[in-house]
């Protein structure tokens, strides 16, 4: 699928990107091979008929335990080890101002 050079220049614009005229022609040739894979894709799904359901598979392959309560830290503990501290919490930098 052919991609413009506008198009180039909108996804350039929309990423804050400033391409040379020799990026814009390569990024150009990347994005029209990427949309004719993608066309690939869409053809190779509808064209085998009914697909068996994704879904499925992935939920049952997810094997959920039950939650069994178990001894763990407690906060002394686990706070005790920390570089600094105030009472029960970490004590970390200020990130915002």
Not at 8 to 25: G, I, P, Q, S
Not at 80 to 90: L, R
């Amino acid at each position: 699928m052919p991609i413009s050079r506008d198009d180039v220049a909108h996804v350039a614009r929309l990423a804050k990107l400033e391409l040379t005229e020799a990026e814009m022609e390569q990024f150009g040739r990347e994005l029209a091979a990427i949309t004719g894979y993608v066309a690939q894709l869409t053809e190779a799904a509808l064209s085998g008929g009914d697909a068996p359901p994704v879904l499925p598979l992935i939920a049952e392959a997810v094997a959920l335990r039950e939650d069994i309560v178990q001894p763990s830290f407690n906060a002394e503990s686990a706070v005790g080890q920390a570089p600094a501290q105030a009472g029960h919490f970490f004590r970390v930098p200020k990130v915002i101002g």
